[in-house]
């Protein structure tokens, strides 16, 4: 009679591993190790050297293990980086605004998601290819659910709204990393980017070819002033209090 052969316990994947017992390896446990602990050396890895510097072996090798012990509890990178994704964001602001002023919870939601994004720059790095699951990603999708909850939106419109702010943030916040990581790869400073940039659209804009954009050159809209050449704090500001202007316009019309 063949000897029965041992079947390999199922890998976790990234839900059962956020959502699960996390702390309960696929295989013999190894002392001192976690989900928790690997996540916080990844996220201190990704911090300190980029997306592209984070592998299961720098893990292991800082944690003082072999790649294989990581295994057990996390069975790949892409399910590392589902995990530090859902840590490194941690939980949302608390909901808690004054009654009615649902712009109010918005704008918090807004900065708050964009210091994260500022503390962990790699965070913007991580493709989209799935919608939210982990639990502090839904918690964060709740929040700014809840806030515009009572605008007087119909349930889809709702999740419109949300879809577009969370983008717009993310992509702005985005930007503003490209612009700050620039000096590293090129050697310029960000206020001579700025200066540069400047001198640079006066000698490329021409009234014939750019008639508006021109005017904004000769207005001199392109001039360092004094704020951070990546900081894009004011353009998201302006965006938004017009995005609500005009959410709270629909909204007024539609009750008429």
Do not use: C
């Not at 720098?58 to 790949?76: F, K, N």
């Not at 930007?175 to 006066?202: C, F, I, N, Q, W």
């Amino acid at each position: 009679m063949a000897p029965r052969r041992r079947t390999k316990a199922p890998q976790k994947g990234s839900i059962e591993i956020l959502w699960g017992d996390r702390n309960t390896p696929s295989r013999g446990p190894r002392p001192g190790l976690s989900v928790e602990a690997i996540a916080e050396t990844a996220i201190e890895i990704a911090d300190a050297d980029g997306l592209d510097a984070l592998s299961m072996q720098a893990v292991a090798s800082r944690l003082g293990y072999t790649a294989m012990s990581l295994y057990r509890y996390v069975p790949g990178k892409e399910q590392l980086v589902d995990v530090i994704y859902d840590t490194a964001i941690g939980p949302p602001p608390p909901a808690h605004t004054p009654e009615g002023d649902w712009r109010a919870g918005v704008q918090a939601w807004v900065w708050a998601v964009q210091d994260v994004y500022a503390q962990h720059p790699w965070l913007l790095r991580v493709a989209a290819n799935t919608p939210p699951l982990g639990p502090n990603q839904l918690a964060w999708f709740d929040t700014l659910l809840h806030h515009v909850s009572e605008v007087g939106l119909e349930q889809e419109e709702m999740l419109h709204l949300v879809i577009f702010v969370s983008g717009a943030v993310r992509d702005l916040a985005r930007t503003s990393t490209d612009l700050s990581e620039s000096p590293r790869r090129t050697g310029v400073p960000v206020e001579r980017m700025g200066e540069e940039y400047a001198v640079a659209m006066k000698h490329l804009t021409d009234e014939a070819r750019f008639p508006t954009l021109s005017k904004m050159v000769a207005a001199d809209m392109f001039e360092p002033d004094g704020n951070a050449y990546n900081d894009i704090r004011p353009s998201l500001d302006f965006g938004l209090q017009r995005l609500l202007d005009g959410i709270d316009s629909y909204v007024s019309a539609r009750a008429r």
